[in-house]
């Protein structure tokens, strides 16, 4: 199990060190000399300002929008959410300064689109150096499948049989595009404009490459963006966070209601619109960044360390040997299939309830009481609700004309190990699976 957590997190002061399947073209270590050295905010990734406060032993501040605080303030709990920090209350970071708490981008970001929320203001004090190490939610797969396994008696006959019939399916008519993927990660390059179009149509039977496709374009956003904006954020050591959200809403109708990555698949002339109403110098790169890039972190997030990339494909497995030579691909499959279900939310607690006690379990025996968002130390920071060395404390905020946030009103709150909502995406993928 702590094999598993530690598999799943990720620390940028340190040379890569997961194991991975043999055959690669290009290594983790290939790709981190790369992202670091070679692109424009590349040096942003070992030497990010979130970073050095956590390091630093220093007492953190962070920022949380609500709109729940008048329930806050009566129930006097604060619950945490899931999502790409497994269990933690998702916040932003604040650095201070004379003027007030600067927020960071992120965090301008979420109080500028939302301003029906109410700021919160939190200052975490470590007991010690905090160990930068952040989960990374691509890296989650065998634990998902890990939980399933577990708890598989919760759902009903009928419902795991649906549960192996859907996975199957899907893998099987995503099966080409899944072999291709491997054969680009291995150094047979495939034309990009095929790549993304045949990823376009896989991302309806294989979801999870959703997820695949939009974190790509983000890292190529953030570390590519050469714009006033991004070297203005990169001055103060943050990534630019506002280049990913434009890229979500403008990609997928409705996404501001529910962000649902399920249902981002743009096909290659389309993400060549999107990214030239972004950023046009960054087009001439984009398609190429996305085939070796996604084909990379598949082979890695999908196949056990154990296998030969060179010697795997998708097509004609059986659910058995799936489990054998692609465990983090099927649990990333089954654990978003389970939300598609009519009983999700009566699984909802269940499910994400057990996966968080383990990661509170690894936080605490690795000191971490603010984990983040670990694809790349961008600024998505969490607190731990149950880390028993760190003073916790917590007011509203009031923000002044030059976007400095002000403590006011101390709250009287208490984390629980206690997860706030479920959360289930939306009918219209079943419904189009129905009709195919």
Known sequence: MRDDWEHAHTDYTMPAQRRTP?????????????????????????????????????????????????????????????????????????????????????GSYLMETKPYTKPLVFEVTPDAPIRPKGVDYLHLGAIHLRIYQRYQSFLTPAENDHLDRTVVAGLRAAAVFLDVALHNATGHAAPAHEFIDQLSAAVTHVPFLGYLYFEVLSEYLMLHSTTPESKSYAQVGELNNWLYKRLAFAAVDGMDQLFDLARFNPRHDRLIQ???????????????????????LFARTALHPSQDAASITFQGLDLRTVHEVAPERLGQMVFREIRYMARYRKLYQCFEKAKALEAWDYWNLEGIPTPFNGLLPKGEIGIHPVYPRAPIRVWTAERD?????????????????????????PRQRQMQNATE
């Open 401 to 425: 004309d030059n976007g400095y946030l002000h403590p006011a009103e101390e709250i009287q709150a208490d984390f629980t190990p206690h997860l706030a909502s479920w959360w289930a995406p």
């Open 22 to 106: 043999t055959s690669l073209a290009e290594s983790e270590s290939d790709w981190r000399d790369y992202l670091e050295t070679c692109t424009p905010n590349g040096w942003l990734i070992r030497n990010n300002a979130m970073t050095e406060a956590l390091v630093s032993g220093q007492p953190m501040y962070l920022l949380h929008t609500t709109k729940d605080i008048n329930a806050i303030r009566t129930s006097r709990q604060l619950h945490v959410s899931t999502g790409c920090l497994v269990g933690a209350l998702y916040c932003s970071p604040l650095a201070s300064q004379r003027e007030g708490l600067r927020p960071h981008n992120l």
């Open 274 to 296: 999107l990214i030239e109403g972004i950023e046009p110098a960054l087009v001439p790169s984009v398609s190429e960044y996305v085939r070796r890039r996604l084909s990379h």
